[in-house]
């Protein structure tokens, strides 16, 4: 029994009156004394006969509605006489109405036979004030009654008219003799083969003898125009269907003829939506719905895509008991891999009921939905609620171990763990659920994961916040997974200097754990036991590979540290490798820069030995101050980076430094370093080594040229072919004796200027510093080069050197004169051309070569490019991006065309 509130109104007139039909009393809600009335009219069923028995005699009871959902309410009205009459001595009738919320009753449902007794029973005042709503209590729904009342006015007629109820009003002839009890039954039968949300929109009577158009089913003696007509005494009688109608009836057929019919009647009453008859595709679906838990345990099954709703709305409903426990497991497994983060509150509830037939694949899926979370390149950080969820069932180890282990299925993450960050969020997951120290990880199915993914496990140790103890705690527990531990964090941890062989071995067979290596003690501020093992690796490379330099470049880029002379190392092995440094920004900030200054010092102490990376240094420590120009802002940073400049020249006087007068010396003076004291003294420095390592000109042989001086040089500063003076000769070329090379002409070809390099190269080892004394033995012969010239003698010289089918030779000789041409040997406005050239030279090449390559994959359809040519093509790709990005600088780092010192 439910109980519910109603609004009511009596209709009628005052005995003796002689005044129309109107509402005599009513409650103040939910509606006016006239809106009342206005709901009377519209429902109106005509006039009443006067006879008291037979057909169409009172009572007459009246099924309908009012209002607009979300208020929408269930009216019922009882019309019948009374013992009163009008003042014309004729009798009256009183009508009593009452209205239901209708979100009162549908989640527990009532028959109209139900609020018929209610209404019935209720005596309603005819005079005094608007009174309070009235409480009713009807009956519960009984499906079986209804089941019973529904074979007892015939089941195909009862069917077939709810079906014609879709399609319009239905008119009940030949039952004037019925009872009112039974066109009741008959309107609840009806009705109940129906969604029980069409009672929003339901209108019935038990009789009428108007038009009664707002009645939707109705007990007449001849049927209304437009509508379909059904015989109250044709047992039997199939109603021919329309279509709706038709399809509907179907539905109803094959149902019952799996089920009985209170199960339908049951099913049917649940489906409490509001509908309206305009909606008629809903009584239709309601119906199909029937199989719908076992369609969605079929979708879970076959993991069909797409059918999350289905499964949530499922999961919500209580028809998820019409499945199987085991079959609810599959389910929510299906609901947990569509890796919707807002579905877990709905997923923690249902857990515990089918984690007994479902727990293997429910811990599957959620492995599955977090790994589809994790390993992306934008992370979704929500994945940590999955992880909540697995600890609070006490599931963290195997979900963990799940996730890791989802890096190497195939094809699970189109290589997405590559990403720093996805692996940086599964590092702070893992740190925030695991206790390293702890005896229940010790032989945990995550450290076995780990064991085979280390580029996650390094991850857990270069992010721990948590110094030196909590850093020593992961080592242990990721080495006692490990059959050769972890080299060199034990040393590290101990402050011990790290063995070269040590660094070596991680170099080759777990890059990514010497990667962790030195950014763990960048973190912990130890760097100095690491640093000197990381440059003795560099240095012992025959030849820095690109993919070493990427090495550098990344993890000393990405190394959070806070110790400034760990800074200051990192910058100096990072501008060795061709990368710019990332702290000496920070660094001219610092109260005081002198552990940054003492780090860089110490590093290039190191570096410079080897005479490759020294000039890589000074090049890139140039166009690191032309772009970042860290001496701006206030004297105490002009003053860090003179010094710091000094300090490096002056361990190594021997080396050209004159591209750095292109950016601190320059016309006119940059005035934040122009009035700095020691801004003299490293003035005079660059202005002695520019004058040590700029070519001396000899006078070519023969006549000096009208308006030349006998040095070369016009009388206006600029030689001959436009260049400007190199300023003093230096007190010694550092080349070869001229006497044995002989003179070049002015004009000498460049074939010529190629045999006469290639002659002084003959006796000299093949390095930079000699392929600098070589080419400038050509300039002092009398053969001034421009820029172009120089790049046309460099392919002269590789092509001399090519010996058969081997290049290697002729690529290390090209490469030795471009890089001397490149640091300033012929002077920097040469460098600038020759570069230029360079560039356009090597741009056409590599498209022209590409152009033949596409070719011949394109005309021959059974060829395939071997491996080492996409590795080679792979490195290719990397250098021209790298080269396109570097821009401001050109393309070997030198200063841009333009004003001097434009910084």
Known sequence: MVQVTAGWALSGKRPGSSDDYGVLNCSREPFSKASFGRILRQYGLGTPPAHRTGEGALPWVTVSWVGEAPDRYLGMSIEDWTEHRDGSGRPVAFTKYICVPYRDVQATPVSYAALYRELNRLELPMDGPEGDLVTLSPSEYSAADLAR????????????TAALLLDGRVDIVGAGEASLQDRLAFLDAVAALLPYGYRADFTGATWATGSANKIRLAFLRRARD?????????QGERIPPSPTAGHYLQWLDRLLSR??????????????????FSDKRSAVQHLADVEWPQQVARYAEERRQGKEEDARRLLLSPRRDEISPSAQGRVLAYLIRAAEPGDLKLIGERWDQVAATGGSELIEALVDAAARLLWREEPDKRVSDYVRLARERRLTDQFLAGVVEALRVPGFTGGAAKHRAALDMAADLIRDHVDPSAPAWANSKLLAELTNESRLAARLLVAEPGGADRVRAWVRWLGSGRSDALPGFGEL???????LKD???LMKGAPEWAAALVQVAGRLGRLEPVMPALIGWMKGQPEISLAAREFVK???SQMESEEPGGWGAADVVLLTVGAPCVHLKKAVLLPDPATYHSGFVWAWQRVRQDRGMAATFIRELASALRDQRPWAGGPARADTVINLVRAVIVEDEGLDWTILRTVLDTEPSDPALEGRPAFVELRRLLRENQGRFEPVFAPALGATPDGFTSDGYASDGFASDGMPPPGPPPPSLGAPALEGLGRLASDADVDTVADFYMRAMRPLEANVANATAAIKAVAAAGRLLKGAEAHTVVLRVWGSNVDGSNYQWADKQARLLVEAIAQGALGS????DFADALAGHASQEISYQLRL????????PFWEMPPQVRTRLEECKATIERLAKSGRGGLFGLGRRGKSGDG
């Open 226 to 234: 437009n509508a379909n007509e059904v015989g109250w005494r044709n």
């Open 493 to 499: 941890l101990a402050g011990r200097e790290i063995s």
């Open 853 to 860: 390559l596409e070719a011949v994959s394109s005309h021959a």
């Open 149 to 160: 009342d529904i074979d007892r006015f015939d089941r195909k007629k009862v069917m077939g």
């Open 829 to 832: 406005a040469v460098a600038r």
């Open 554 to 556: 990344k993890t000393l």
């Open 503 to 505: 660094f070596r071995g």
């Open 259 to 276: 089920r009985d019919l209170p199960w339908l009647v049951g099913y049917l009453a649940g489906g409490a939506e509001p509908c309206d």
